[in-house]
Structures are given as structure tokens and as C-alpha cells.
Nanobody, 121 residues
């Protein structure tokens, strides 16, 4: 069984930084792309950043320059560094990962449960 667990959320003041982590565990053979999504109150879930196995990254236009995604394959963990937080960044942040659970090349997508980020003074 595979689990993705996010951590690092909380209440932060506007302008501050925050670093989110998402650790994958279980019967993992290898991990392909890892992504961060967020869902704000009353909003649809949106993709904010992704990182492939070769380290190439993509970002939503709305977060470019403030969000940085990275990964540590030795720890099966993806990170999201958020700088200059704004109230509109308030959301549940979720990660997902496409991974192999055995020697088969098939990829399966797993999701974490999310971590709440609230930006308020």
C-alpha cells in the first residue's frame, strides 16, 4: 500500500514563507512526476506546480516567482517552498505522485489528504 502524507501547513502572516512537504511511503518501485495542487474556499482545485523525474518543473502562472517545487528522491519526498504569502494563497494544499509499485512500467496516481495553509494577520 502506498501513502502520501503532506505536512508543513499552518497559520502564517502575509509576506511570510512556508515550506510544505509530501512524503511517499509503502511499496514504491519508482516515482515519476510529483505535483502540488491547492483548493481554496469555494474554489476549484488547481494545479500549482509539478516536477518530473528528471527535475524539470512547471508552475501555474499565478504562482511563478513565489513558489518553488523540488524533490528528494532518496526520501521519496516533494517540497513546495512558498514565499511572500498572500491571503489568496489560503487553501488546502495537496500532493499527488505518479509511481510504479513494481517492475511493471504501469504508473499509478496517488493523492495525499492535504494540509491547510491559512494566510492571515
Amino acid at each position: 500500500q502506498v501513502q502520501l502524507v503532506e505536512s508543513g501547513g499552518g497559520l502564517v502572516q502575509p509576506g511570510g514563507p512556508l515550506r510544505l512537504s509530501c512524503a511517499a511511503s509503502g511499496s514504491i518501485f519508482s516515482i515519476s512526476t510529483m505535483r502540488w495542487y491547492r483548493q481554496g474556499p469555494g474554489k476549484q482545485r488547481e494545479l500549482v506546480a509539478g516536477i518530473s523525474s528528471d527535475g524539470s518543473t512547471t508552475y501555474a502562472e499565478s504562482v511563478k516567482g513565489r513558489f518553488t517545487i523540488s524533490r528528494d528522491d532518496a526520501k521519496n519526498t516533494v517540497y513546495l517552498q512558498i514565499n511572500s504569502l498572500k491571503p489568496e494563497d489560503t487553501a488546502v494544499y495537496l500532493c499527488n505522485a505518479d509511481l510504479r509499485v513494481g517492475p511493471s512500467p504501469n504508473l499509478y496516481r496517488y493523492w495525499g489528504q492535504g494540509t491547510q495553509v491559512t494566510v492571515s494577520s
